[in-house]
């Protein structure tokens, strides 16, 4: 057994010091990846004592932006990219072209090189995959017309760098650094003509790489990859189905980098979102989310271990100028291009706030700018310092840009909503909820949470599969009813179709304020994640001792968490139909014909419902909606 395991010791080191410093800063009410930077500087060789390797630090740390894009991907379809081609291209382009003519004006001040500024701009105008997408994905952003954009505007700057990455090797030379183009295909193509292709063909192979790579995942990959998923979960093996997930991320990841020269995070995007198409995204995206978000964490890890926190005290000024330009210049230039593009105050603050930050992309030019000799050590440091820094305040950026978005709606006139003279029948009203309006299509976001003035009521938490079935048998019968649900076009549709319903996560706490559960007489949780359902029980018991709580779940230990975090009754899907498929059974066994009915073999499952019974009353159906997976929606 060899001593030296520094692959072993760079992981469990970063996570077990990201889950310590990661927790101290949730007990502080402060993100967790501010944890988990600190613990990145600790284990880093800028500060004593234990230091992991660096090097096999950053390549963990791509592992988690390729698992994450490929995730974004299979909840981005084509078609969602298109329709924010028409901003996403040309504000990428104008936001990027706006920041590196601040970060090149910055370096020509201080006394770099023409070349090395240029390297210093880029570096400081493309904004970081894995700070954008967990930003995203924290406040529910992803499926929003605001969060397709940020993701449109993502890739734009990716292939934007891919072309960089060529194209500065290529022209080091002329812009004073060293020659270091070695790209084996356009040698080849230039011998095959006997003649050296230069810059422009460097260009234009580029060009042709990435459309060769484009193509081919939109005409081969769109029907070779989900046929090969389909095929794998044919097999009945979960493992096998879980392994196929991640050889596709990783290995398309892998290829397009090697072969067409694309980045990995982009590479892995489009295997993703060809991927998404199939019935079987949702189980590949769970299959990939516990390695995702492990992966992802040390990227923030890897971060942190290349800070010096000395560099902040030796160039105070430089460094707070970088951050400046990171945090205030290109956060002002992408509002004032997505409000050019007549989008809402709140759309134009919220890509922003997205953008209000650099990471990975930065650090590899860094890399590439001091070894062609274009960049000054100086400005690696600056662009590390300024890449923590902005991270690290980047959900102040977003706290900020939510508090201003709501001053400026404020002071604006708001046209009164129409109030309906009468509650929508019931009938109407799920029709409503079943097929949202051309309005509501259009709609940014949720408008703000209202509390409710009904007591008496029943609080719906989710409305998914299961969660619209008890709902529309609750407007059916009349009774009040407010649902709290964290995607914002259901909750427009619902308030469309005149049923209050409240915009937000409940189990994070503070949208259920307005549901007023203290007043309420039935919580009904019917989201699948039975962690988070837990959380929102606790809530209702906590206001409400004695609110009647029913949850959902699907395992016996699903159901005993949630029993001791005071549900009164826990429906479990499995359970539920089993007994339907027995009392059907019933009916066409030896029974039919005359012999003993065997109540004891319908009852058995029944008796073991428990308090279920007391739901599929409430809301026939839906204990037949539910398929027992994990991955149903709330």
């Avoid at 284990?43 to 950053?58: H, I, N, Q, R």
């Avoid at 090395?116 to 992803?142: D, H, N, P, Y």
């Avoid at 700018?369 to 274009?374: A, E, I, Q, S």
Wanted: charged fraction near 15%; proline fraction near 5%; hydrophobic fraction near 55%.
């Amino acid at each position: 057994m060899p001593h030296e395991m520094p692959l072993i010791a760079t992981i469990v080191g970063g996570l077990v010091l990201a889950f310590v410093f990661g927790a101290i800063a949730n007990r502080l009410r402060l993100p967790p990846l501010v944890g988990y930077l600190v613990a990145g500087v600790l284990v880093g060789p800028s500060t004593p004592g234990f230091m992991a390797d660096p090097e096999l630090a950053a390549e963990l740390a791509e592992i988690g932006v390729i698992l994450l894009m490929f995730g974004v991907g299979l909840h981005f379809s084509l078609k969602d990219l298109l329709s924010v081609r028409g901003i996403a291209v040309p504000g990428a382009v104008a936001q990027m072209a706006l920041a590196t003519l601040l970060g090149w004006g910055m370096g020509v001040f201080l006394g770099w090189p023409m070349g090395g500024a240029l390297v210093f701009g880029l570096a400081l105008s493309v904004a970081s995959t894995v700070v954008l997408l967990k930003a995203l994905q924290e406040r529910r952003m992803i499926e929003t017309d605001k969060g397709r954009i940020a993701v449109g505007w993502l890739i734009v700057e990716d292939l934007a760098m891919v072309l960089a990455l060529v194209l500065i090797p290529a022209a080091s030379s002329i812009m004073g650094g060293q020659s270091n183009l070695h790209d084996p295909l356009l040698a080849t193509v230039s011998r095959w003509l006997g003649m050296d292709l230069g810059l422009g063909g460097a260009i234009g192979l580029t060009l042709v790489k990435v459309a060769a790579f484009v193509g081919l995942m939109l005409v081969v990959g769109r029907r070779l990859i989900p046929w090969f998923l389909h095929w794998v979960a044919y097999t009945g093996s979960r493992e096998l189905f879980r392994l196929g997930v991640l050889a596709i991320a990783l290995g398309v990841a892998f290829g397009a980098a090697k072969l067409f020269g694309v980045s990995l995070a982009l590479g892995a995007f489009f295997a993703g979102m060809v991927l998404s198409e199939s019935e079987l995204s949702h189980r590949a995206a769970e299959e990939s989310l516990p390695l995702r978000d492990a992966f992802a964490v040390l990227f923030f890890v890897s971060v942190g271990m290349m800070f010096d926190p000395m560099s902040i005290v030796r160039n105070p000024l430089p460094v707070l100028a970088t951050l400046f330009i990171i945090v205030i210049g290109k956060s002002v230039g992408a509002f004032l291009i997505v409000r050019v593009f007549g989008r809402s105050v709140r759309t134009a603050l919220t890509i922003s706030a997205s953008l209000a930050q650099i990471g990975e992309f930065s650090f590899i030019l860094a890399e590439l700018g001091v070894g062609l000799g274009l960049l000054p050590q100086e400005g690696r440091d600056l662009i590390l310092g300024g890449a923590l820094l902005s991270i690290v305040l980047n959900p102040l950026a977003f706290y900020a840009s939510e508090r201003l978005a709501d001053r400026i709606e404020a002071r604006q006139p708001r046209a009164a909503a129409p109030a309906p003279e009468s509650r929508a029948a019931p009938d109407e009203a799920v029709a409503e909820t079943k097929a949202p309006a051309a309005a509501v299509a259009d709609a940014d976001e949720a408008p703000k949470p209202v509390a409710t003035v009904l007591s008496r009521h029943t609080v719906l938490v989710g409305y998914g599969r299961v969660g619209r079935l008890v709902g529309e048998g609750l407007i059916a019968r009349g009774e009040p009813l407010v649902v709290v649900e964290d995607a914002a076009r259901q909750v427009l549709a619902l308030q469309a179709a005149g049923i209050e319903a409240l915009a937000g996560n409940a189990a994070a706490g503070e949208i259920m304020a307005y549901a007023n559960l203290a007043g309420a007489a039935n919580l009904v949780v019917a989201i699948p994640n039975a962690f988070e359902a837990g959380q929102v029980v606790e809530q209702g018991r906590r206001a409400n001792p004695g609110l009647f709580i029913l949850a959902r779940a699907h395992s016996d230990a699903e159901v005993e968490h949630l029993k001791q975090h005071g549900a009164d009754g826990v429906i479990m899907g499995e359970r539920e139909i089993a007994r339907e498929m027995l009392l059907q059974l019933a009916g066409h066994g030896p029974a039919a014909a005359g012999g003993d009915a065997g109540p004891a073999a319908a009852e058995a499952p029944a008796a073991e419902a428990g308090a279920g019974e007391q739901a599929a009353a409430a809301a026939p159906g839906a204990a037949e909606a539910d398929d027992g997976g994990a991955r149903a929606a709330g």
